[in-house]
């Protein structure tokens, strides 16, 4: 969820197999209701939800990085490792074991766990595209209005409130504010936990 | 000149008029873009039919031409655009978008890569498929 400029660097440096695609308008956090990156969806083969949008691998454990060197210390690495094989390897056991993987949630399971939209959440997204359309067309004032509108509307979403924030010369949204946003969360997850034996 | 994103879509209307609050687009247009046809019974979108209130049907129909924002807000979807009334943004409703996602029928959906060349989800049917967002923010 990006635009073309700020993501090429990163997918050329992947050379992934797979494909990369550009989702400025942010339609996918729209049509499955996501708030956060990375967050993954399981679909099988008939095009179904086995698992629906989760924190795909990532931990809240950068919250506790030393914020001026940017440092993590090494059992916070190895935690973060841990989960992201964790997350990794289930993803392989059910493209191994399809159905019969622990790890696959029967419809019914998979139902119970999706998280639905509301009417502000809706809205929300109506704000977001309109802003990056101002935004693209150099209405800067007004597109800021249209994402605060969007994030008045929508608190949780981090996807939301990251792409509209300052970005720093790498062109991450890690300033001042998005640390005063994360430390507000309080006890609230940014990155809710996935919902694995041991993750 | 109005712009109407719709779902996925952007398009520059040709009939569209801005009045306040208010979006009057060309029925047949407006068909054409959202799959809301006006019919005797109502809007009609598939099996879905939303009558036009009995008593206010010029705030929803006028000539040819339909209210694209008074029928939205009716739905209970939002809309929303900018000052000048240049650009709206008809928005899906939660309520679709979350009937949709019980079905657990993965929405699709149409986007490019960094060559500009257009994916589906569904081009991937008879696979399984991780989709995963990332962000470079």
Request: hydrophobic fraction near 40%; charged fraction near 25%.
């Amino acid at each position: 969820m990006d635009v073309p400029d700020a993501a090429r660097q990163w997918i050329e440096a992947a050379k992934p197999d797979y494909p990369c695609l550009i989702d400025c308008d942010h339609h996918v956090a729209d049509l499955y209701n996501m708030v956060n990156v990375p967050q993954a969806v399981w679909i099988d083969e008939q095009g179904r939800i086995v698992r629906p949008p989760e924190n795909a691998g990532s931990s809240d454990g950068f919250r506790s990085m030393d914020r001026t060197t940017k440092r993590m210390t090494d059992e916070q690495l190895a935690e973060r490792e841990r989960i992201k094989k964790g997350y990794m390897a289930a993803v392989r056991d059910w493209v191994a074991n399809g159905t019969a993987s622990e790890f696959a949630y029967d419809p019914a399971s998979a139902r119970q766990r999706l998280q639905l939209p509301d009417s502000e959440i809706a809205e929300a997204h109506a704000h977001f595209r309109l802003a990056q359309h101002l935004l693209r067309n150099g209405n800067r004032a007004e597109a800021a209005a249209h994402f605060a509108d969007a994030s008045r509307l929508h608190p949780a979403s981090w996807t939301i409130w990251r792409q509209a924030a300052e970005k720093d010369a790498t062109g991450l949204a890690s300033g001042p504010e998005f640390w005063a946003r994360v430390d507000a969360l309080g006890d609230r997850p940014y990155y809710r936990p996935i919902d694995m034996k041991g993750l | 000149m109005i712009t109407v994103l719709h779902e996925q879509s952007e398009a520059v209307s040709s009939t569209a008029r801005a009045d306040g609050a208010q979006l009057w687009i060309g029925s047949t247009e407006f068909a054409a873009a959202t799959g809301w046809s006006l019919k005797p019974e109502g809007f009609c979108r598939g099996d879905i039919c939303v009558p036009v209130p009995v008593g206010r049907e010029a705030e929803f129909v006028l000539g040819d031409a339909v209210n694209a924002a008074a029928l939205w807000r009716r739905i209970g979807n939002p809309v929303v655009h900018d000052s000048a009334g240049e650009v709206w943004v008809l928005g899906a409703g939660a309520a679709h978008r979350s009937a949709s996602l019980q079905t657990l029928e993965a929405p699709d959906f149409a986007l490019p890569d960094l060559a500009g060349e257009l994916h589906t989800l569904s081009e991937h049917r008879g696979k399984k498929v991780l989709l995963a967002t990332w962000a470079s923010w």
